[in-house]
């Protein structure tokens, strides 16, 4: 069982800045080839003033600070027990390569499915250009049971 | 490949599946490397079956960017309003990926909405994600298969 009193505890806020290259390597990895999401001239072309950060890598950004997963670390949580259970992204406004963006995440939920030995915490994370929301983010964590 | 030969929005549309590359150990250090997730259980197999799995299994959030490629084949992604995934079992290496989408509601409102329900299916059958996205479909910008 994971403290209840972790609901409403802050992470570290950080900010980041969308680097094209590593957008280009995203996109190696993940398979796309659309122009529009590797050449900075096709995205301009589309209408886009540099690369687009392509609807998943936000959940990038938002690892890249250590302190993301510190706290997994510091509940004793092993992690080969964790699972991703579930992922939402809501969308307000294109973010692209260059632009310096802002996570700041906070613990939302906690609960538990004792009879499978399952626990859940749930991070909810939004991401903001200035002042201007970008996303908001919904991470469902599975912490798997040591007896599973 | 664009909105000229994109789908028609409308109740039980289906968009063409995306069926991607077979999941290798490299493109899974590539996906490790890129996304910044380095959980051992994606890329290192002694860590894998010390922690009782027969092998490394892929990122989940390699087949959610999966079902972002599906999606943005066929619409802008400025269009894209929100995207949501429940995943229901591990993707094993070697796994070969089918994304599906099928256009379930059509809603208007402030601006008319499309409702796609989504999914990840490999070789076997196993649905391994699930979910849905919401998608901008202005009238003006419906284009005929």
């Given at each position: 069982m994971i403290d209840r009193a972790l609901i409403g505890a802050a992470l570290p806020a950080h900010d980041e800045i969308v680097d094209r290259s590593r957008?280009?390597?995203?996109?190696?990895?993940?398979?796309?080839?659309?122009p529009v999401y590797v050449d900075v001239a096709s995205a301009r072309a589309?209408?886009?003033?540099?690369?687009?950060?392509?609807p998943t890598f936000?959940?990038?950004?938002?690892?890249?600070?250590?302190?993301a997963f510190a706290f997994q670390a510091e509940l004793g949580i092993d992690t080969g027990r964790?699972?991703?259970?579930?992922?939402?992204?809501?969308y307000h406004a294109m973010a692209h390569a260059g632009d310096r963006l802002h996570i700041a995440s906070l613990i939302s939920d906690v609960y538990s499915r004792e009879q499978r030995q399952l626990d859940f915490i749930v991070k909810s994370t939004r991401i903001t250009r200035d002042d201007e929301l970008i996303a908001t983010m919904r991470n469902v964590i599975v912490i798997l049971g040591e007896d599973r | 490949m664009n909105a000229t030969t994109g789908i028609t929005w409308v109740v039980g549309a289906e968009l063409p599946d995306l069926a991607v590359e077979p999941v290798s150990r490299t493109t899974l250090a590539k996906y490790a490397g890129a996304s910044g997730d380095y959980n051992p259980m994606h890329v290192d197999i002694d860590a894998a079956r010390a922690a009782g799995s027969p092998d490394v299994f892929a990122h989940g959030m390699l087949s959610m960017a999966y079902l972002g490629r599906l999606l943005t084949r066929w619409f802008p992604q400025?269009?894209?309003?929100?995207l949501r995934v429940r995943f229901r079992a591990l993707t094993p290496i070697h796994a070969r990926p089918?994304?599906?989408?099928?256009?379930?509601?059509?809603?208007?409102?402030?601006?008319?909405?499309?409702?796609?329900?989504?999914?990840v299916a490999v070789q076997d059958g196993t649905v391994t994600a699930a979910g849905e996205a919401v998608v901008a479909c202005p009238a003006e910008e419906r284009a005929v298969v």
């Open positions: 957008l280009r390597r995203f996109a190696e990895a993940i398979g796309e080839t659309d589309a209408g886009h003033p540099d690369l687009p950060v392509p936000l959940f990038c950004l938002e690892m890249d600070d250590p302190g964790v699972r991703h259970g579930e992922q939402t992204f809501e | 400025r269009h894209l309003r929100s089918v994304c599906s989408g099928r256009v379930v509601a059509i809603e208007e409102g402030r601006e008319r909405l499309a409702r796609i329900e989504l999914s």
